[in-house]
């Protein structure tokens, strides 16, 4: 039996998100089906919902940041049962024979991973996020998640979380590192978290004085205004390693430049507009630049257990369903502390 689930889409790249409902697929085999209880809110979903990288498909109902209770699992599922907390992140599909896939890297499948939402299932239906009550997954996408926690602060790992861990631990970054986090939002709160925690000195470099003394709570040693070119000047040439987070057009070449000989900045944050990079700042110090996306479901499950056992969740800030157009005017005014997470619960009853 389908489920007609209720939801906030956007119908168009200028449209607010409004009440509307869909119908979820049967419960196969394969499924489980969660019911929403906390869904993050993402600037991935600001760029999508407003169309800022192109290609969005409408209705489009946002959300990869879920978490919720199962109630119901198909006759193949032996490792999540009814009752069961489960996590929702980014992707619901992949190929699943490419290497990519074969080696847990789902998020960069060759063939093309199914996004949570504004992507197209397998069988050409789109997807739709968590902006809504109810979701059915095949079990291999769906992350056991610990009843250790707050459930509010676990929904923002699915993507801010391991989409900052999975760099972290690929660069192998730990003690004795010198780390910049730039942008202290959703994404930069956890890098500072988890950078912290794995034992580096951390730096939040930021374009909002007033967030020094979050940034300081958070774990943080040192922070610095970077439109401030006194800071930003002495700080050339001091970071091993910086996690670029920044969702808005921004100058690369100003931050290369903090870079320590052999540093490398990885850039995670998507501004719709390119940056200019020059090969000075590269050469100078052979640095490098990269770029990492989110994080497979097998590395996904490993920080959740890790959040777990360290007692890290995200700094939220909870909010009813009918609230999310506004909280996208806030975090495009650099005004979220740390994330904005919707209550499904509150929206049903
Ligand atoms: P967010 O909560 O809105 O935080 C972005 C932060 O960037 C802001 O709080 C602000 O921090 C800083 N910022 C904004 N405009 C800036 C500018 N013009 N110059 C310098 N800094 C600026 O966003 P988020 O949810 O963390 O997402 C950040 C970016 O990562 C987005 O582009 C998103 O699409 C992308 N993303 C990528 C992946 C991936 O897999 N690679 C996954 C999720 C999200 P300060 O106030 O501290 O300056
Ligand atoms: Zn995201
Ligand atoms: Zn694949």
């Known amino acids: 039996m389908m489920t007609t689930v209720n939801a906030f889409a956007a119908q168009s790249a200028e449209s607010a998100l409004a009440p509307f409902n869909f119908e979820r697929r049967d419960v196969g085999a394969d499924d489980v ?81 199914v996004a949570t939402y504004n992507g197209m299932d397998k069988g050409g239906s789109p997807t739709y996020g968590g902006y809504s009550t109810l979701i059915v997954v095949d079990q291999k996408y769906t992350l056991h998640v610990s009843d250790k926690l707050d459930l509010s602060g676990v929904a923002p790992l699915l993507c801010a979380g391991i989409t900052t861990y999975s760099p972290l631990r690929h660069w192998n970054i730990g003690a004795g590192h010198k780390v910049a986090v730039v942008g202290l939002g959703g994404l930069g709160h956890m890098a500072v978290k988890f950078a912290a925690a794995f034992g ?42 910086i996690l670029n987070t920044v969702s808005a057009q921004h100058e690369y070449n100003d931050y290369l430049s903090l870079l320590s000989l052999n540093g490398t900045m990885v850039v995670v944050g998507v501004p719709p507009q390119p940056s200019v990079v020059a090969a000075f700042n590269l050469i100078g110090g052979r640095r490098s630049l990269a770029g990492s996306l989110i994080g497979g479901i097998k590395e996904t499950q490993e920080m959740l257990d890790y959040c777990a056992e360290h007692n890290i969740v995200s700094d939220v800030e909870v909010i009813e369903l009918k609230d999310v157009n506004e909280a996208y005017e806030r975090m495009l005014k650099n005004d979220v502390r740390y994330r904005f997470v919707i209550d499904l619960a509150s929206t049903k009853s």
């Open 33 to 113: 089906q969660i019911d929403i209880l906390y869904c993050g809110v993402c600037h991935s979903d600001i760029h999508q919902v407003r169309n800022e990288w192109g290609g969005s498909i409408y209705p489009m109902v946002p959300g990869h940041e879920i978490v919720g209770k199962i109630t119901a699992v198909g006759s193949n599922v032996k490792d999540f049962k009814i009752g069961d907390l489960a996590g929702v992140g980014c992707f619901v599909d992949s190929c699943r024979t490419c290497p990519a896939c074969d080696a847990g890297e789902e998020q960069y499948c060759q063939n093309g991973m």
């Open 200 to 241: 580096a000195d951390v730096t939040v470099l930021s374009t909002s004085a007033g967030k020094e003394a979050d940034a300081k709570k958070l774990g943080a040693h040192h922070f610095a205004v970077t439109k401030d070119p006194e800071q930003m000047k002495a700080l050339q040439g001091k970071f091993d390693f």
